[in-house]
């Protein structure tokens, strides 16, 4: 999985709770990105980070923030779960021009 | 409408069958095209990367791209069961990685 570690794998949270998603890179990748994967919809950009402190928004932000503090973690938040976050989230690594690799995803259930 | 489409399918065909498989997009922006492959509860996996127009061959994997008709395509010979999966076209206006995805394709490959 091109040393990519997403956790938790498995998470159900109540509504209106605050939760962080964890990806861990051992590839020294510049580039980190969350997507979120539902059905009818594929894979949609949340945000990604291009570096330390560097981040930018993709396509489906709203409700998430994210960090990076150091190069390998990529931290995904939901600062207050609602159910159409229900979801699963992958997280993906790269090195432009290289091509993205993904994790193995984490899958949430938001009740 | 969605800047990528992809039949969804699902796609059934006997083992050796030749598979065609196919995205179009309205986004003249794309420069970048993928297919990527995931397995039933795995992440997505690169197959095959394109850069602009053309063809590119990888194997029993043939990946074509018509950025006049807007039209992408990617081709697999003699088809296994292995090959079972979804098929997930993806698209890159910059490089970055910040990727458009169809919705994908269920393939069954039947021996």
């Known amino acids: 999985d091109a040393g990519i570690t997403q956790s938790p794998r498995h998470k159900v949270t109540e509504t209106g709770t605050p939760v962080t998603l964890r990806c861990h890179q051992t590839e020294n990748h510049r580039y980190m990105y969350w997507y979120r994967q539902d059905p009818g919809h594929g894979l949609r950009l949340i945000h990604y980070s291009y570096g330390v402190k560097d981040t930018d928004k993709g396509e489906v932000s709203d409700g998430y923030s994210v960090s990076r503090s150091k190069t390998e973690d990529f931290l995904l938040t939901l600062e207050s779960a609602t159910s159409s976050q229900t979801s699963v989230y992958f997280c993906?690594?790269?090195?432009?021009?290289?091509?993205?690799?993904f994790g193995q995803g984490t899958r949430l259930t938001v009740v | 409408q969605k800047e990528v489409e992809q039949d969804p399918g699902p796609l059934s065909v006997p083992e050796g069958a030749i598979v065609s498989l196919n995205c179009t997009y309205s986004?003249?922006?794309?420069?970048?095209f993928m297919w990527y492959r995931q397995y039933s509860r795995k992440g997505p996996e690169l197959l095959m990367y394109?850069?602009?127009?053309g063809n590119k061959e990888d194997g029993r994997f043939t990946a074509q791209v018509d950025k006049s008709s807007k039209y992408i395509s990617l081709f697999i010979r003699d088809s296994q069961p292995s090959d079972s999966a979804t098929y997930l076209c993806a698209m890159d206006p910059t490089g970055a990685n910040n990727l458009f995805f169809g919705t994908g394709t269920r393939l069954t490959v039947i021996p």
């Open positions: 993906a690594i790269s090195e432009p021009p290289e091509r993205a690799f």
């Open positions: 986004n003249s922006a794309f420069q970048y």
């Open positions: 394109t850069y602009s127009s």
